[in-house]
Each structure stands twice: as C-alpha cells, then as structure tokens.
C-alpha cells in the first residue's frame, strides 16, 4: 500500500529494450530508486501488433486451428488445441477415446519440452556463473563453498558447479537440455505432425497415425525423459534455496498477491463431452484443475462461472472501446448473461498512436477477472503457468490418477523406475508467496507432473491400440450458428479461444493467450498489470551501482513469467535520465 | 595434401561472420524455436565450428541471447556503422506497411535515443539491408506476408521480396535468400545458414535459387512427389477420413501435389513427423500464395481433386487389383525348393 513518505531520492529512469531469452518483443521501462534499492514504476509495452481477430472474421470455421496456432512461434500447438476444443463444442462432436488421448500426450510433450528448454536455456542463465559472477561476485564465491544437497542424485557437488553447468553453450546442463528439448518435440511430433505448428491436429481429433509403433517411440523418449527430470528437480531445488538462504528478503523478487488463473488441461476422455452445457462437470475431471484464486483464495474450479468472470478492459492500450459495436452475445447456452467486456463480445478496433508512457503505450489490452463479491476487477496472472496450474490443481483437492495426487496443500508423486534411476517420490507444496523464485521452481516440477500425466494417458492410449480401437477422428458438419468456447492451458498459461459462428462462416473470434494476462498495460482503473506490479515490488540484491546495473533482480522476476510477445527494453545504463522526486513505494505491504 | 588443406581450413575458421536473426517482424518467432530442433547442423554446431573450414559465426537471436536490451541491440548499431563485417541479416515475421498508421507502429526493435519511439523493422531494413552480405528470409511471413498478409489484415503486411523488390541484390551480389515454411523445416535454416557461411568464406558458389527465391535443392520438389503416400494415390486409394486410414488425404484437403516443400522426405525433427508423411494434410504453408489460395484447407484442392477422380475411377484402380493379386499369388510366396525334404532341390547339383 502507498506510504507517502517526504525523503527526497535519487530516481533514474531505466528501460531494457528488448527483453533477450524470452518469446516474442518485450519492454520493462522502469523508475529506479537506487538510495533505497527499490523500484518505483514499471511500464511494460509490446510494440507487435497483426490483428487475427481481425483478418479471421468472414473465413470458414475449419481453418481456425491452423491460422490461430500462428498466434505464438513457442505454444502454437496450444493454440491448435484450444481452437479445436473450441471447434469440438460450436460442431458438437466427441472425438473417439484415442483422439483425446492423443491430444494429451501431444500437449504433456509440448509442456515437457517447453518448461525445459525455456526454464534452462532461456530464465536459468539468469543464474548461471557467468551471471552471477557479473551481478553478485560474493555470491558465487560462497556458492563455490557450498556442497549441493542434491549431489548424490544429480553429480553436482557445490552450487557454484550447478551454476557452472548452468552456462550458455559451455554448461553441461544447459547443452543436454538443448538435447532433451529436441526428443521430447519428437515426441510431440508422434501424435502432432510437427511442432511448433501442428499438422495432425484436427476438430474431432487427432489424425495422425497412430500404431503400436507411435506408441513405443513415445514411450522409449518419455522414460529417457525420467532420467533427465529426477535429476533435474533436485538440481533446481538446491539453486533456489541457496538464493532464498543467502540473500534474505529474496522470496520478494518479482512478488505479488496470489492473484491466480488456470483453465485447467488434458481431458479425460471417460467423461468429456465438449458441450458447453456440462462443462463444469468435465472441467472438473481435467488432469489439470481449473481455477481462479483471488488474494491466496481458491474462489472457483467451475469453468462456466470462471468464463463469465473474464473482462478484456482498455486503459493503456492502443485500441478504441467497443462500447457502441453490436452484441454478439447477450447470453451463455446455459442463459446466464454475458458481460459487454466479455471476449464473445469483444470488437478489435486498433489505433496506431506514438507511445507515452503517461498515457498510451502499448499492442496488449487488459485481461481482468471480475469478482462479484466485491465488484472489482482483479488483476490475476498465470505465474508462467506452471505456478498456477499446480496451485490450482494442489488446492483443489481432486486429481488423483496413481502416479500423482492432489492433497489440498500439495501433489504427491510418484516418478517409476526408468532406465538409470530408481522409482523416485516428489512432492510439490503450495508455496506461501508467489514470486519469481517460486514461479522457477514451480516450472520445473511440473515437468515431472506433465511426465506422469503423459505416462498415465500413453497407458491408456495403448491399451485402445492393443485392443483395435485404432480410430482417433469423428466426422461433423459446420452449423450455420454457434457459440462456443475452448479452454486450454498454454505451457505459459490461461489461454481461452471465444467464437461466435453466423452463416456457417467466423462471426467473431477472440484468442486470449496468457501474456495479454501477464503483460497487461495499467488497466482503466489504473490497476498495474502482473509483470508491472511483480517488477514494482522487486527489491534489489544486485551489487553493482547504477553505472553498471544490470538489472538482474528485475530480469528474473520479468523472467520468472515466462513471457511470450514481441517487446523491447532499452537499458541507458549510467545515461539514465536523473530526476528528483518525491517518493511514494507502491504495494510494500 | 592433408596438411595443405588443414591450412586452408585454419585460414577460413579465423574469418568471423555475424548473424544478426530479427525476430520483430510480424512474427510469432516459431522460426527461432524451431531452429531449436535442428541437427543437421545443430545450433551448437553452428555456434561451436563443427564443420571443418566453416568460420565462426556469431549468431545475434532474441530467443537465446545472453547479453539483454541496449547491450544486445549494440550489434545493430554496430553493423549500421560498419563494424561488422561479414554479417547476415535474417528477418523472421513480415514488414507492416508503416506508411498508412501515422505516428503508431506495427512492429519496432530497440528505441531510437532522439525521440525514445520504437525503431519500425522497416527502417531497420533501409539502415541494414544495403551493408549486409546476405539478406535471408526465413519463415513464410518474411519470405511471403504469410498469415499475417491474410485478405483483411490492418496492417498492410508484406515479404521481405515485396518491400526491397525482388530483383534487389546484397552489396555481395545475392539476391534476397527466401527459405520458407510455417514455420520453416529446422535443418534446412541451419543448413543454409552454414551454407552461406561457407560461401562468405569463399568455399562455396551462390547458393542457386528458384524464381520464387528459394534454395533449389531444398524446394525443388513438390510434397507428392516426396510423399510415402504418394503410392497409395498413384493407386486410386484414397483416405475417406482423417485418422489412421495410412492412404493418400488428397480427398480430405491435401495441397501436396502443388506445393513446394520437403518435408514428406525431411521429416521434422531428426526425421521423425512431418504432414501428410504422418496423416497431417499439406496445408501449403511454404508457397506464396499461403493462406489465402488455400482455403478453406479441410476443403480438396480443385485440381487435385479433378486429377484424384480421374486416378480413381481409371486405371488406379486396375494397377491397384494386379499388383495385390501378384504379391498374393507371387511374391508373398517362396520358392518352391525351401522345405523339409531328403532330396536338394535348389538347382545344386550334389558332390558329395
């Protein structure tokens, strides 16, 4: 909360530009306090903008999977998924039991692969030694005279050799992973074509080939990817206590509220059946649990009420209000009304405009959850996906399929025998803060989590091939009218697909991947978005002064989201403009 | 001689080439992640010289960096003022049309310091283009507009070709090197950039390309004719639905037959995936005229579907009925002499 306190200070204006080991263009432009160590504003900006909502009205239904998978180069295979969802719902058909199996061991492959390659090619050279040695010298030297907890299971003795191997393109970490990255979208490329645009993914299933041979070439990969992730988790557990250990106060880079949101992912077959109507009931029985929690409080794990929750608010981006466009959409199928700032409703109409960080500086608009409670419109994030996927799922209580269980603080699992290593148990617990540390960790348990859920539907999926029920795909016929929606997790997070069918052709369709979440601009109300608020709240660990400041400390909370747009970030280090200011520090509390 | 050559090598490996790789067209940067994937060459191949004689290249890429905002964007400055030298300048994602948004922006990398507005990917390529040895298209956007360039968009989004012209020429005398796809097969950017690698170094030609600008061994091919269905058409077997079916998806929307690319004999990652190689139909992402000639993609392509119905209700059929009938009375059956029997009946006559 705003303390106004009458100190004058020091405050030089930094912008990185652009955001490097990330996806897609992103700028941090921020106040900088240094006499007290802290940050005082922070804009995020994107400067992309190609309007699929815009060029997609008028065309066929059929081709939305294959256009909106072009939305995002790291999860477009996401996008598929959610679109076909999506289609499976306005076409009304149930795809057979193995094309739904198919469907989730494609996206448990894309979320092992992409939690891999982006948490240690990308976030984790945040802390490898090369980085550290740069941003706190002291660091690594008590890293290099701390023994690694882990070592016996994952060979690293200090935490200095798990930085070490953390190096980009020298590091023994990070080049495996580089391999791990490339069988695991073998694996995807099983059951989807290819990645990351996917060929076989289809409304009303999967049309790949799927034979006994899929499924072993599936399965060899998955257990060589067992021996990676149980080294790999207790690798990343040793890293990050020793920051949350010794740089007290750490568990405070990149914090904000546990302002949740997860659409939940992977159906179960048994009990899905894409209609809108009965989709608390499926949304309930995915692997992954929906949710929305709001100040540290699961509220909702029902997709219905979560979907009349969303509002696309302007504020600071380059859009006009669509306020007098005509209504799509006045109700849900189940009559329940739909909100004017709902996606179904929502009219694209952009405005080219120079960027002013006062006023209008951005491509993204401002996804919020409208509490009814209290009427407001809350700012939520993803935490990079994985974060609010498993807190979700943990606080919910419901998923337990052998291999792992969902305890209500927690989901246990257990990792079997693979080719090196013995059976292995985990457990996962829901962390007190949400913040960049933890959002890291977060990442690389759920390639566990997603490894386990592979293996319990690559078991299923088996068993329908060994029984003949080789049929992945179900004909259907395009309505002339449709209202529908999809609901899938991005490896990011939240990613929702809205559309509107009139004529048998697009009416409207509204893609809400969940950077637009994460990197939302300040909102009408003025309310900051995630990465603004996370960065604003950020103290800083780093020791160099403002001439050399990297901005580390910012860095891994802008990181620990794992965005996905097109931004910059320019950086006057020791250029920056100086300003006097009174200060007021923002969401201390 | 051996060593004679190790000393051309030695001379070539101390030649350093850069690579500055733009993501911030109108992009979704799955180029970048697919370049990822590739082994033949390996991004760290590319990165560590693994090929004898190659120099060392330097590759400037968002998606892998380590070095973050001003002192990352420093390499293009670098380059404007003619400090890099070789360098390759790649583009992935189209161009907007800067010129119709007044003083807004479609797509920007890094700020310019006078007015702290994004610099347009547009004047980018009016600083660059002119100083680089190489300007690659990768991806269908940059080579194309691709999606982004769909009927309807706001943006005006065009190819690199259509915004420098297609005759234009790199001061090294290349023309815009185009290497399309959606995203574009991994091994055949890393295999070009190594090529190209190769010739700045003076070991290879020009790399020879196709009036459509693209590498002719790689897209020299149409999809049919690298297709393991492709048997199945020439048979008049046809898939009826999508799925397991192993036939030929012309019926189902396969564009193969017209569409350059070869992904059917490449395969996506270490040979493994593909489209209609796997039971995913062509959706024609590599050609110029993508997306628009080509949809609705579910829907068969009209000449394909002309030529399917002709094979189909022709001779596909017969060909189809005599060479089962052959395999089942002829070579699913061995020959007659390997059996149990106290006689030698193989043609040898015995000395023993």
Known sequence: ?589 | MASTAYAEQSKTEAVTAHVLWMTTGLSCEGDSVAMTSATNPSLEDIILQAIPGMPKVIVHNQVIDYAVGQEYAQAWFDAEAGKLDPFVLCIEGSLGNEEINGDGHWTGFAVNPSNGQPITMNEWMDRLAPKAAAVVAIGTCATYGGIPAMKNNPTGAMGVPDYLGWSWKSKAGLPVICIPGCPAQPDNMTEVLLYLALHLAGLAPAPELDEALRPKWLFGRTVRESCNRAGFAEQGDFATEYGSDHRCLIKLGCKGPVVKCNVPVRGWVNGIGGCPNVGGICMACTMPGFPDKFMPFMDEDKYGAMAANVIKFSYGPIVRYFRMRNIRREYDVEPEWRRRSSTLSSGYAKRW
């Open chain 1, 1 to 589: 909360m705003a303390v106004t306190t009458a100190n004058k200070v020091m405050v030089k204006e930094m912008s990185w530009d652009p955001i490097t080991r990330i996806v897609g263009s992103l700028g941090i432009h921020t106040e900088i306090d240094f006499s007290n160590r802290q940050v005082l504003k922070c804009y995020s900006t994107s400067m992309i903008f190609r309007g699929f909502d815009i060029f997609m009205k008028g065309i066929d239904p059929r081709d939305a999977h294959f256009i909106t998978s072009r939305i995002c180069g790291i999860c477009g295979d996401n996008h598929c998924t959610c679109s076909c969802l999506n289609q499976n719902m306005a076409y009304g058909v149930k795809p057979p039991k193995l094309g739904d199996l198919a469907f989730n061991l494609a996206e448990t492959a894309d979320y092992i692969f992409d939690h891999a390659i982006y948490n240690d090619c990308m976030a984790n050279v945040d802390f490898c030694e090369q980085m550290v040695k740069e941003t706190n010298p002291s660091l690594l030297a008590k890293a290099e005279q701390t023994a690694a907890p882990g070592r016996d299971i994952h060979g690293h003795k200090t935490i200095a050799d798990i930085m070490r191997a953390l190096n980009p393109f020298t590091g023994e970490f990070y080049l495996e992973t580089l391999h791990v990255a490339r069988y695991t979208r073998e694996m995807y490329c099983l059951f989807g074509g290819r990645h990351t645009h996917p060929s076989t993914i289809m409304p009303g299933g999967c049309s790949a080939d799927i034979t006994h041979q899929t499924c072993t070439d599936y399965y060899v990969r998955l257990m060589r990817y067992f021996d990676y992730v149980k080294r790999s988790v207790p690798m990343h557990d040793d890293l990050y206590d020793f920051f949350l250990q010794e740089l007290p106060g750490y568990d405070m880079v990149g914090y904000r509220e546990t302002n949740l949101v997860n659409w939940g992912s992977f159906d179960d077959p048994d009990y899905v059946d894409y209609d809108y109507r009965h989709m608390t009931d499926w949304g309930r029985r995915r692997y992954i649990t929906p949710g929305v929690a709001i100040g540290g409080e699961l509220i909702s794990t029902d997709l219905v009420e979560i979907n009349l929750m969303i509002r696309i608010l302007l504020g600071s981006s380059y859009f006009d209000g669509w306020q007098n466009e005509p209504t799509f959409v006045t109700h849900d199928p189940l009559g329940n009304p739909v909100d004017k700032n709902h996606p179904w409703n929502k009219v694209t109409l952009p405005r080219p405009q120079k960027r002013d960080f006062t006023d209008k500086y951005t491509w993204v608009v401002s996804p919020r959850m409208f509490d009814k409670r209290t009427g407001a419109h809350v700012c939520c994030d993803t935490g990079g996906g994985p974060f609010a996927r498993q807190w979700c799922t943990a606080k919910a209580g419901v998923v337990d399929f052998g291999y792992a269980k969902a305890t209500g603080h927690s989901i246990q699992m257990v990792l079997p025998r693979s080719p090196k290593l013995p059976e292995m148990e985990l457990e996962w617990q829901v962390p007190e803060k949400s913040n960049a540390i933890e959002r890291d960790r977060a990442r690389t348990y759920h390639q566990a989590y997603s490894a386990l859920i592979a293996l319990h539907n690559l078991e299923r999926a088996i068993k329908e091939v060994q029984a003949g029920r080789t049929k992945s795909w179900n004909s259907f016929k395009v309505p002339e009218d449709a209202v529908s929606v999809g609901f899938h997790e991005a490896a990011r997070g939240v990613l929702s697909h809205h559309m509107v069918i009139r004529e048998g052709k697009i009416a409207n369709y509204q893609p809400y991947p969940p950077t637009p979440w994460n990197a939302s601009p300040r909102d009408v109300y003025g309310t900051p978005g995630p990465y603004e608020d996370a960065v604003q709240n950020t103290p800083l660990f780093e020791e160099n002064g403002p001439d050399n400041f990297k901005g580390i400390d910012i860095m891994r909370a802008v990181r620990s989201f794992d965005p996905c747009l097109p931004c910059g970030v320019h950086m006057y280090t020791g250029t920056g403009r100086v300003r006097k200011v009174t200060h007021t520090p923002t969401a201390m509390a």
